[in-house]
Structures are given as C-alpha cells and as structure tokens.
Nanobody, 124 residues
Framework: QVQLVESGGGSVQAGGSLRLSCAASGRTFSNYNMGWFRQAPGKEREFVAAIHWSGSFTYYVGSLKGRFTISRDNAKNTVYLQMTSLEPEDTAVYYC?????????????????WGQGTQVTVSS
C-alpha cells in the first residue's frame, strides 16, 4: 500500500523557516516526479514546487522561487521543501504528490498519489 507522509509543519513567525519532509512508502519512487502543493483557507489548491525524478531539474511557482527550495533523496524515498523568509500568506496545508508521468502533468495537479497534508501557520 502506497503512503506519502508529510512532516515538519508547524507554527512560525514571519521571517522564519521550516523544512517539510514527505516520506513515501509502499514502492520505490526513484523514477517518479515529486512535488509540493498547498491550499490556504478558502482558496483552491495551488502548485508550489516540483522536482524531476533524477533530481536534476526543479520547478517553482514564480512568486516563491528564491524563498522555497525543493530537493529529494531517492535512497530514502523522500522529498523535502525548505521554506525560508516565511510570510503570513504562506499559511496553508501543504501536500506532497508524486507522478510517474510528466512534470507538466504533476504541476497541473495530475498526481498518482497524494499525502494527507501538513499544516503551516505563519504569524505576523
């Protein structure tokens, strides 16, 4: 049974940092593209970042590039999201996702598997 389990969320003041982790189990995802999405209260889920299965290519929503960094460790079947200079607008539930097809499909929300989400709250 495939599971994606996020961790690392919490409450932080504006300007702080958090590192999210998503551990996958149930199969090997070394040839899957992996990504992060978030959903703020009252808003639709939005793409945050994705990383190619090789780890060689990363993609970000424009407004977050420079503050967020996605990485992966295929040996651990884990994807990470380092978030810095956090702002109250970053408050959301963050979800990891994996997709065996194209990065573009993943960016558009076409994941094969989703995690349950982890809450990130940034106070001003």
């Amino acid at each position: 049974q495939v599971q994606l389990v996020e961790s690392g969320g919490g409450s932080v003041q504006a300007g702080g940092s958090l590192r999210l982790s998503c551990a996958a189990s149930g199969r090997t995802f070394s040839n899957y593209n992996m990504g992060w999405f978030r959903q703020a209260p009252g808003k639709e889920r939005e793409f945050v970042a994705a990383i190619h299965w090789s780890g060689s290519f990363t993609y970000y929503v424009g407004s977050l590039k420079g503050r967020f960094t996605i990485s992966r460790d295929n040996a651990k079947n884990t994807v990470y999201l380092q978030m810095t200079s956090l702002e109250p607008e970053d408050t959301a539930v963050y979800y990891c996702a994996v997709h065996g097809g194209t990065i573009q499909t993943l960016q558009n929300g076409g994941a094969d598997y989703w995690g349950q989400g982890t809450q990130v709250t940034v106070s001003s």
